[in-house]
């Protein structure tokens, strides 16, 4: 297998990393060796080892150590060390090292971190912490961090970064260009510069290509454009990445609720909000909520338990179901070994129409205009495949017992259940989200509840009514 890590090369030297091995994990033997140099406090080996790893790789080795190791690598690191690896890792695990670490270090730390990250990992800490932290630092940077920490968890504004370029509209673009050669406290990278009023309102912002090509006494207003993106502060990160998406942005200016500029959301932050999302979306499908890889069987056990207990309600209902026709189950065998067939093939197809259904939701590409005709769809989907299966399932059911009737109910039901799980499984994650419920959430366990209750009901109410006329 070819390694997924062959490519990865050290900004500083060019080399590729060997730390991984054929499969994309960590080498065990670097593991050893960091085992090692933490046993024997060797701070200058492992300044070694790691100083040419990217900040993505010392993350990878972080989740791959053991957990006390992990804060001991930071500690034993030193000033060397760089946080940024820390916005790399799992929450739990950068929350059981961030505590691990004296607030003197962190605050050191957070100083050398781009705000964004800086409040990536403050975050994490409690309250009493930020504070002590914060007040350690330079006052700009307090004033800066303790914003982008006031605006709610999962908006535009927590994720913004705080470092930006502004000039005034009457700037010349020489003017603009001698203040970026000169002034040392600009961003590292940037590829935007933003046009703000005297109070700090966003006017607009021109690229750096268009301020590159502009001679240097064209001033600024007549090369920049209109910032029609603008991203208020406490917009949901979803609805950011979307504006990123549907715009094919690489930067957006986020504003507070005066319209004054306040931070830019840049599109490496914005992946990272789309896979965080993308993963929230498909672990709530199964309900499991925000569940890492990194949590405690208690945790674990913790999330998954409410809504097994959602499913064994509804289990009990459709149980319930079943025993209603006791009777017939007892004079027809056949039927008991056959309803789960019934049961699992519209549960299969009621799941299939859900994750489409809470996709599309999801990235707005259903919505009131075309819920009708995807409504509509799904039910002709249901239908053919009801149609196709019944006949394939009755024909196998007659064969198998020998009995032409138990293949005509069998087939009748498929039908039906088929049918069902089609408009259960776009129905009930519309209804969701039209009351304000997570679809991602909660559907699968009401979608699986109506196709054992309808698949149930058919298949046997239809045998009892069927062999009750002959």
Do not use: C
């Not at 961090?145 to 005034?168: C, H, I, K, N």
């Amino acid at each position: 297998m070819e390694d997924p890590h062959a490519f990865d090369r050290d900004p500083a030297n060019g080399e590729a990393s060997d730390i991984y091995g054929e499969d994309g994990a960590i080498r065990s033997s670097f593991l050893h060796t960091i085992g090692e140099i933490l046993e024997t406090e060797d701070a200058d080996r492992l300044k070694e080892e790691i100083a040419d790893l990217h900040q993505s790789e010392v993350g990878d080795l972080l989740e791959a150590l053991q957990p006390d190791q992990r804060g001991h690598l930071v500690r034993l690191s030193g000033a060397d060390f760089d946080f940024t690896a820390l916005t790399e890792v799992d929450d739990t695990i950068r929350a059981e090292i961030v505590e691990s670490l004296p607030n003197e270090q962190i605050a050191q730390a957070v100083q050398e971190l781009d705000s964004d990250d800086a409040v990536y990992i403050l975050e994490d800490l409690n309250a009493e912490d930020q504070e002590e932290i914060l007040a350690q630092l330079p006052f700009p940077e307090r004033i800066r961090l303790r914003r982008s920490l006031d605006y709610p968890e999962e908006t535009a504004g927590r994720r913004m970064q705080t470092e930006f370029v502004a000039v005034p509209a009457f700037w010349s673009v020489g003017q603009t260009i001698d203040y970026l050669r000169d002034d040392q406290n600009l961003p590292e990278r940037f590829s935007q510069i933003f046009v703000v009023d005297p109070t700090f309102k966003l006017v607009g912002a021109v690229d750096l290509d268009q301020v590159l090509r502009s001679k240097r006494g064209v001033r600024i207003e007549e090369v920049m454009h209109e910032m029609r993106h603008a991203l208020p502060a406490t917009m949901d990160q979803e609805e950011a990445a979307r504006e990123f998406e549907q715009y094919d942005l690489l930067s957006a200016a986020v504003v507070d609720e005066n319209e004054r500029l306040v931070g830019v959301l840049t599109i490496d932050d914005v992946v990272d909000v789309i896979q965080q999302e993308a993963e929230e979306d498909l672990l709530r499908m199964g309900g499991v909520g925000d569940e890492e890889l990194s949590d405690s069987v208690r945790v674990t056990s913790r999330l998954r338990v409410p809504w097994l207990l959602v499913n064994l309600v509804t289990a009990f209902v459709a149980a319930s179901v079943i025993s209603l026709f006791e009777a017939t189950i007892e004079q027809i065998v056949a039927l008991a070994v056959l309803m789960p067939i019934v049961a699992g093939m519209g549960g299969n197809a009621g799941s299939q129409t859900m994750t489409v259904t809470v996709r599309a939701l999801a990235t707005r590409d259903l919505d009131i205009y075309n819920a009708g005709r995807i409504i509509r769809r799904e039910m002709g989907v249901g239908i053919i495949n009801g149609v196709l299966f019944a006949v394939l399932i009755g024909a196998v059911a007659g064969f198998w017992f020998e009995d032409t009737d138990i293949g005509g109910v069998i087939a009748a039901a498929m039908i039906i259940n088929m049918f069902a799980a089609a408009l259960a499984g776009i129905l009930i994650p519309l209804l969701l989200d039209r009351v304000g419920a997570d679809p991602a959430v909660s559907s699968s366990v009401f979608v699986t509840a109506v196709t054992d209750i309808v698949g149930f009901f058919s298949f046997l109410g239809i045998a009892t009514w069927w062999f009750a006329l002959s």
